[in-house]
């Protein structure tokens, strides 16, 4: 089999929303950026998993939490129009008062959405390499060497100074038997599917999400850790059967109803995580860190703000040279559910991708030789805000 060898200041493994924010990042930071990605479209969960709804930037009391790369990904998201969620009063210079009534949050079109963020990429000079698979990594003394990844022409090996591992699952901690932890109680199913028919375009979301204090009714009687070949057929399928049966029982009442778009890759929340030099908890609601490198709100309530602190993303003492972007950082499991969703994983994949670029500068080539202070001052310079005394 033909092998090809690459090598790059940042490998960027995973190319959904976390993929993109680190890669875009690392990119402008100067540095040598490969993003491999195993399906042929980038967004992950935000475009092939049909999870179309970028949730908000705000706290929901008129207070922007989320700048930078996370801003900058909403409005390309609807730059070439939205869908059900259009927040006026942000987007049009609304007053604080009227800010406060509505959330920052937008609905896009997944696949425009997808090639305008390929574009984003390919201008800032990052190399795509899609339709391949990451299956193996090689380490040295804690520090990954290499990853062996597989396409249409054989095996690719690349050689990076620094990787972010944006897989969702946190594959390449695994890979390395790093520090990880799973979510206890798994994922219930999800079946989400776009459909046309009386009423035009509509995004049909089967399966919510566990909203603590709410009651929300399961598709089937069990759940899923997203971890296991077999299993997750198991779900896929399951899945399929779901949007089948809503399909047949709509049409009794519009005949018109098509399916237009199932999902392409499988619809589930919380898997494996870095377990990380921080693990950031939901009682941490506006506590301040001092290497905070961003902020989210709680998308289920107004109220909540958290700052990010950067040792969410890293454990530097057992992996000096990968990070972690996206739902698969560091942080407890009622935690996980607020911060795995898009704009959270636009601010890490942020933090990540100039943390790795300004890590593989230096001569150790280690997380451990960067300073929080000179990270901050690069997210600071490219309009991140880090604290909450910053915003209110
Ligand atoms: C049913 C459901 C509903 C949701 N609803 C919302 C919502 O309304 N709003 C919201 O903001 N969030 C929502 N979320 C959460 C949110 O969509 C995701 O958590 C978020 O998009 C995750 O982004 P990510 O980049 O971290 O991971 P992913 O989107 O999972 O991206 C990981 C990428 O890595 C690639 N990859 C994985 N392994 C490899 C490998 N070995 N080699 C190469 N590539 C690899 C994958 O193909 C994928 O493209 C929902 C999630 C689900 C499942």
Same mark, same amino acid.
């Given at each position: 089999?033909?092998?090809?060898?690459?090598?790059?200041?940042?490998?960027?493994?995973?190319?959904?929303?976390?993929?993109?924010?680190?890669?875009?990042?690392?990119?402008?930071?100067?540095?040598?950026?490969?993003?491999?990605?195993?399906?042929?479209?980038?967004?992950?969960?935000?475009?092939?998993?049909?999870?179309?709804?970028?949730?908000?930037?705000?706290?929901?009391?008129?207070?922007?939490?989320?700048?930078?790369?996370?801003?900058?990904?909403?409005?390309?998201?609807?730059?070439?129009?939205?869908?059900?969620?259009?927040?006026?009063?942000?987007?049009?210079?609304?007053?604080?008062?009227?800010?406060?009534?509505?959330?920052?949050?937008?609905?896009?079109?997944?696949?425009?959405?997808?090639?305008?963020?390929?574009?984003?990429?390919? *201008?800032?000079?990052?190399?795509?390499?899609?339709?391949?698979?990451?299956?193996?990594?090689?380490?040295?003394?804690?520090?990954?060497?290499?990853?062996?990844?597989?396409?249409?022409?054989?095996?690719?090996?690349?050689?990076?100074?620094?990787?972010?591992?944006?897989?969702?699952?946190?594959?390449?901690?695994?890979?390395?038997?790093?520090?990880?932890?799973?979510?206890?109680?798994?994922?219930?199913?999800?079946?989400?599917?776009?459909?046309?028919?009386?009423?035009?375009?509509?995004?049909?979301?089967?399966?919510?999400?566990?909203?603590?204090?709410?009651?929300?009714?399961?598709?089937?009687?069990?759940?899923?850790?997203?971890?296991?070949?077999?299993?997750?057929?198991?779900?896929?399928?399951?899945?399929?059967?779901?949007?089948?049966?809503?399909?047949?029982?709509?049409?009794?009442? *519009?005949?018109?109803?098509?399916?237009?778009?199932?999902?392409?890759?499988?619809?589930?929340?919380?898997?494996?995580?870095?377990?990380?030099?921080?693990?950031?908890?939901?009682?941490?609601?506006?506590?301040?860190?001092?290497?905070?490198?961003?902020?989210?709100?709680?998308?289920?309530?107004?109220?909540?703000?958290?700052?990010?602190?950067?040792?969410?993303?890293?454990?530097?003492?057992?992996?000096?040279?990968?990070?972690?972007?996206?739902?698969?950082?560091?942080?407890?499991?009622?935690?996980?559910?607020?911060?795995?969703?898009?704009?959270?994983?636009?601010?890490?994949?942020?933090?990540?991708?100039?943390?790795?670029?300004?890590?593989?500068?230096?001569?150790?080539?280690?997380?451990?030789?960067?300073?929080?202070?000179?990270?901050?001052?690069?997210?600071?310079?490219?309009?991140?805000?880090?604290?909450?005394?910053?915003?209110?």
């Amino acid at each position: 089999m033909k092998q090809t060898v690459l090598s790059c200041d940042t490998l960027v493994a995973g190319g959904g929303i976390a993929g993109i924010a680190a890669a875009l990042a690392s990119a402008r930071s100067g540095a040598k950026t490969l993003l491999v990605e195993k399906e042929c479209v980038l967004g992950g969960l935000g475009t092939l998993g049909l999870v179309t709804i970028y949730l908000p930037l705000c706290d929901g009391m008129g207070h922007q939490v989320i700048y930078g790369i996370g801003e900058e990904l909403l409005r390309l998201s609807i730059r070439r129009g939205w869908q059900d969620k259009y927040p006026a009063p942000w987007l049009e210079g609304g007053s604080p008062e009227e800010k406060a009534k509505i959330r920052f949050e937008v609905q896009y079109n997944p696949h425009l959405f997808a090639i305008d963020a390929e574009q984003l990429l390919l *201008d800032a000079g990052v190399t795509i390499l899609y339709d391949t698979r990451i299956v193996d990594v090689e380490q040295e003394n804690g520090f990954l060497r290499q990853v062996r990844a597989y396409n249409k022409g054989g095996e690719t090996v690349i050689r990076p100074k620094m990787a972010v591992d944006a897989t969702g699952d946190a594959d390449l901690f695994r890979m390395m038997e790093g520090p990880t932890a799973v979510h206890e109680a798994g994922n219930p199913l999800a079946a989400w599917y776009y459909f046309t028919g009386k009423d035009g375009l509509r995004l049909k979301m089967l399966g919510a999400a566990d909203i603590p204090g709410q009651t929300t009714a399961s598709l089937v009687n069990r759940r899923f850790s997203g971890l296991d070949g077999a299993e997750n057929s198991e779900m896929v399928i399951q899945s399929h059967r779901q949007i089948l049966n809503d399909v047949l029982q709509r049409r009794e009442t *519009d005949p018109s109803l098509e399916p237009v778009t199932i999902p392409g890759i499988m619809q589930i929340r919380m898997t494996s995580r870095l377990d990380g030099a921080y693990t950031l908890d939901e009682e941490e609601d506006h506590h301040s860190f001092e290497d905070s490198i961003g902020m989210t709100g709680d998308w289920r309530k107004n109220g909540p703000i958290f700052e990010i602190p950067f040792g969410c993303l890293h454990n530097a003492a057992k992996c000096p040279n990968l990070l972690a972007a996206g739902r698969c950082i560091s942080v407890t499991d009622d935690m996980w559910d607020i911060s795995r969703v898009i704009p959270t994983c636009a601010v890490t994949g942020e933090a990540a991708g100039t943390a790795a670029a300004l890590a593989a500068a230096l001569p150790e080539e280690s997380l451990a030789a960067l300073s929080a202070d000179a990270l901050q001052e690069t997210l600071r310079k490219n309009g991140v805000r880090l604290h909450i005394a910053e915003i209110l």
